[in-house]
Nanobody, 124 residues
């Protein structure tokens, strides 16, 4: 599965970014799509999971009320809208396909494929 992320950058605390994940049509329509953040120490944190038909999205408690997920079915693109960003939101954000059960250390069991990631840096 091909997954391509974009939209990262440098933003001040309190600012916003929108990340995009473009997938192949088959992947977009049949896979659970996730956002996962990686810190410099390579630890992974699960951020969100969206069902293949887009009806259900689950968000980590740390981002609820600040991040939202949406889809453009015509372009096979998943978006992560990130508002009220904080320095601890910084990291390399990956789009990942598969049913993630959990993330621990540098491992997220259940991921079938990963994108290359897009860097988010929140700093003044």
């Amino acid at each position: 599965a091909q997954l391509v992320e974009s939209g990262g950058g440098l933003v001040q605390p309190g600012g916003s970014l929108r990340l995009s994940c473009t997938a192949s049509e088959v992947t977009f329509r049949t896979s659970v799509l996730n956002w996962v953040r990686q810190r410099p120490d390579l630890s992974l944190t699960w951020i969100s999971s969206t069902d293949p038909d887009g009806t259900d999205t689950f968000l980590a408690n740390s981002v609820k009320g600040r991040f939202t997920v949406s889809r453009n079915n015509r372009d096979n693109t998943l978006y992560l809208q990130m508002n009220s960003l904080r320095p601890d939101d910084s990291g390399l954000y990956y789009c990942a396909a598969g049913r993630i059960r959990y993330c621990r250390g540098d491992h997220c069991p259940g991921v079938d494929s990963w994108g290359r990631g897009t860097q988010v840096t929140v700093s003044s």
